[in-house]
């Protein structure tokens, strides 16, 4: 198990000690230690990744060629990086290339998160520096977004029923150490909505009614359909994205190319994905994988547990019909 020191205890300004002291708070248990969530402009933080996301607001200019990978955690984003980088980058890097950056680098080094390390007490590196045009990632809610990406950016997000959601996250707490409580209580959490990022539903509720407002610059994905077809719904994001398929690379096999080099078990097998640690926080690249299906939640939670989120789907989804 690792457990990254990136989230614990940053140097906050004392400005921004005083602002978090106005919002609303709650304490949890992160690998034995208390760690505060803040909730800002309705959705729940950490301190170092609120100080970041504050930061962004404040500072962040987006390109017009900038292209963001949207989620919330454990939606499939690491999935989505993969299949955006490497449609973006298939003739300067062909998926079957021997030195293809995925042998390196897991994507979420190549697809960095914009609030993980560029901004803040943690910023490990210069935005500015990184290559245009830019290949970036968010958690942050649609409605938080600087005014520049959302009028300038086209973004990509993923959604998953909140079911698997949660008990990937539960697992993904565990394995880098970043909580220690039981399955019921990261359930309490997570229907409340003070799990990081949350409320989970407002968070697709608003990416996915932008997608049907502002079509071309949201396409709202789901990570049971990425499953199902996966060669369909890489051809919707290359064609969002402005790199449709031509008919040459149709004929040469390249969508089932992009689809194997992306799927789970491709990325999952990789040595850099079984041994690396992401460049920012330390974590391990493996902890990215665990079982990559549709329906695990049926392992991991009772029938009482799993009525109780989908009570709050049929509230809060009503009229969209996703994921009931
Ligand atoms: P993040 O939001 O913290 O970056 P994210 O990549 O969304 O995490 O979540 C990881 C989940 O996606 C894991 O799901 P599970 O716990 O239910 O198994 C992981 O296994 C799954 N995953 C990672 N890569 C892929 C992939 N290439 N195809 C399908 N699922 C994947």
Same mark, same amino acid.
């Given at each position: 198990?690792?457990?990254?020191?990136?989230?614990?205890?940053?140097?906050?300004?004392?400005?921004?000690? *005083?602002? /978090?002291? @106005? $919002?609303?708070?709650?304490?949890?248990?992160?690998?034995?230690?208390? $760690?505060?969530?803040?909730? =800002?402009?309705?959705?729940? =933080?950490?301190?170092?990744?609120?100080?970041?996301?504050?930061?962004?607001?404040?500072?962040?200019?987006?390109?017009?060629?900038?292209? %963001?990978?949207?989620?919330?955690?454990?939606? +499939?984003?690491? !999935?989505?990086?993969?299949?955006?980088?490497?449609?973006? &980058?298939?003739?300067?890097?062909?998926?079957?290339?021997?030195?293809?950056?995925?042998?390196?680098?897991?994507?979420?080094?190549?697809?960095? %998160? $914009?609030?993980?390390?560029? =901004?803040?007490?943690?910023?490990?590196?210069?935005?500015?520096?990184?290559?245009?045009?830019?290949?970036?990632?968010?958690?942050?809610?649609?409605?938080?977004?600087?005014?520049?990406?959302?009028?300038?950016?086209?973004?990509?997000?993923?959604?998953?029923?909140?079911?698997?959601?949660?008990?990937?996250?539960?697992?993904?707490?565990?394995?880098?150490?970043?909580?220690?409580? @039981?399955?019921?209580?990261? /359930?309490?959490?997570?229907?409340?909505?003070?799990?990081?990022?949350?409320?989970? !539903?407002?968070?697709?509720?608003?990416? !996915?009614?932008?997608?049907?407002?502002?079509?071309?610059?949201?396409?709202?994905?789901?990570?049971?359909?990425?499953?199902? #077809?996966?060669?369909?719904?890489?051809?919707?994001?290359?064609?969002?994205?402005?790199?449709?398929?031509?008919?040459?690379?149709?004929?040469?096999? *390249?969508?089932?190319?992009?689809?194997?080099?992306?799927?789970?078990?491709?990325? #999952?097998? $990789?040595?850099?994905?079984?041994? +690396?640690?992401? *460049?920012? @926080? +330390?974590?391990?690249?493996?902890?990215?994988? #665990?079982?990559?299906?549709?329906?695990?939640?049926? &392992?991991?939670?009772?029938?009482?547990?799993?009525?109780?989120?989908?009570?709050?789907?049929? *509230?809060?989804?009503?009229?969209?019909?996703?994921?009931?």
């Amino acid at each position: 198990m690792s457990s990254s020191k990136f989230f614990q205890s940053p140097q906050l300004s004392q400005d921004l000690k *005083e602002f /978090l002291s @106005t $919002l609303p708070r709650k304490e949890v248990f992160s690998n034995g230690h208390p $760690l505060c969530r803040y909730q =800002y402009q309705g959705f729940w =933080y950490v301190d170092v990744i609120l100080e970041a996301v504050i930061s962004i607001q404040e500072h962040f200019q987006a390109e017009d060629s900038d292209v %963001f990978v949207a989620s919330n955690p454990k939606c +499939g984003t690491t !999935w989505l990086k993969a299949i955006a980088f490497a449609l973006l &980058n298939r003739r300067r890097h062909p998926a079957t290339s021997g030195d293809h950056p995925f042998l390196s680098r897991n994507p979420h080094d190549l697809v960095p %998160f $914009l609030e993980i390390g560029f =901004y803040g007490s943690r910023k490990a590196r210069d935005i500015a520096s990184f290559p245009s045009p830019r290949l970036l990632a968010t958690h942050v809610p649609y409605s938080s977004l600087p005014e520049s990406i959302r009028s300038k950016c086209k973004i990509v997000y993923v959604a998953r029923d909140p079911k698997d959601t949660l008990v990937s996250a539960r697992h993904f707490s565990a394995r880098v150490g970043m909580l220690d409580t @039981t399955m019921a209580e990261v /359930l309490e959490q997570f229907c409340e909505g003070s799990n990081i990022y949350g409320p989970f !539903w407002d968070h697709v509720v608003g990416y !996915w009614k932008q997608s049907l407002e502002n079509p071309e610059r949201v396409l709202f994905l789901k990570y049971e359909d990425m499953k199902a #077809r996966p060669a369909a719904e890489v051809r919707r994001v290359a064609e969002f994205l402005g790199c449709a398929f031509s008919a040459e690379e149709e004929e040469a096999g *390249e969508v089932d190319r992009i689809v194997e080099l992306c799927s789970f078990e491709g990325l #999952r097998g $990789l040595e850099v994905n079984k041994k +690396g640690k992401q *460049e920012v @926080t +330390g974590m391990d690249n493996s902890a990215f994988f #665990r079982r990559g299906e549709v329906g695990d939640w049926k &392992n991991h939670l009772s029938p009482e547990m799993a009525k109780r989120i989908d009570r709050i789907s049929e *509230e809060k989804f009503s009229g969209s019909g996703l994921f009931l």
